[in-house]
């Protein structure tokens, strides 16, 4: 079964911290993506990476940044944590045109 | 950047009505669309995918989407609503087969 997999359900940080969010897929899939869902925003894209090494900015990426060294894993890092980085995080993955296929998601708190 | 408005956060039917959920999009090239599904507590799922070809495009549970270019929407429907059709409802677009951008969503509720 294909899986990504988001390595917290559940974040709770302080404020100025630094945080990272891990994604991981088992499909060999070339693009990554990261999300914020928020209620009544729906999901804004933050990141995505069509290869390794590679990265393109989303619609929000001020106060984040990614890193994906490797095909199958897709960074997410949040500099200095702010309490308006509170959100659901969601790692998503597709081969071009296909279905996204998401993580079950992170549900980060920032105090 | 490619771009999706739809129309109605929330939507509301009685079971066996018609469910009409608005999506239009803004494209500079002949796009990709997608609707997705997200029940309580759930991950998003696929419903449906336009790509090229037939403008009328079948889904899972009933649903359908109609892909209009000249008025560029995508609209979703289904005849008769079920009361498990109860979640939030999410239009997508993608140029070039590589980044996602997603609507702000429309929850549907159907009462019995």
């Known amino acids: 079964d294909v899986k990504v997999t988001q390595s917290s359900r559940y974040l709770v940080k302080r404020t100025g911290e630094k945080v990272f969010l891990e994604c991981v897929q088992d499909?060999?899939?070339?693009?990554m993506f990261w999300y914020r869902q928020d209620p009544g925003l729906g999901l804004r894209l933050i990141y995505f990476s069509y290869d390794v090494k590679m990265k393109e900015k989303g619609d929000i990426p001020e106060g984040y940044s990614v890193s994906r060294e490797k095909k199958e894993r897709f960074s997410l890092i949040l500099e200095s944590a702010s309490t308006n980085q509170t959100s659901m995080y969601l790692c998503?993955?597709?081969?071009?045109?296909?279905?996204?296929?998401f993580g079950s998601g992170t549900q980060l708190s920032v105090l | 950047a490619q771009s999706v408005t739809q129309l109605g956060s929330h939507v509301s039917v009685s079971e066996g009505a018609l469910v009409l959920l608005r999506c239009n999009y803004s494209?500079?090239?002949?796009?990709?669309l997608f609707w997705y599904v997200q029940y309580p507590n759930q991950g998003l799922q696929l419903l449906l995918k336009y790509t090229t070809g037939a403008t009328l495009v079948k889904g899972i549970n009933g649903f359908e989407a109609e892909f209009k270019k000249s008025e560029t929407s995508f609209h979703l429907t289904k005849p008769s609503a079920h009361m498990s059709d109860a979640a939030e409802y999410f239009c997508a677009v993608s140029e070039n087969n590589n980044d996602m951008r997603f609507g702000a969503g429309t929850r549907l509720t159907v009462k019995p």
């Open positions: 494209s500079s090239v002949p796009p990709y």
């Open positions: 998503a993955s597709d081969r071009e045109g296909e279905k996204l296929f």
């Open positions: 499909m060999d899939h070339e693009n």
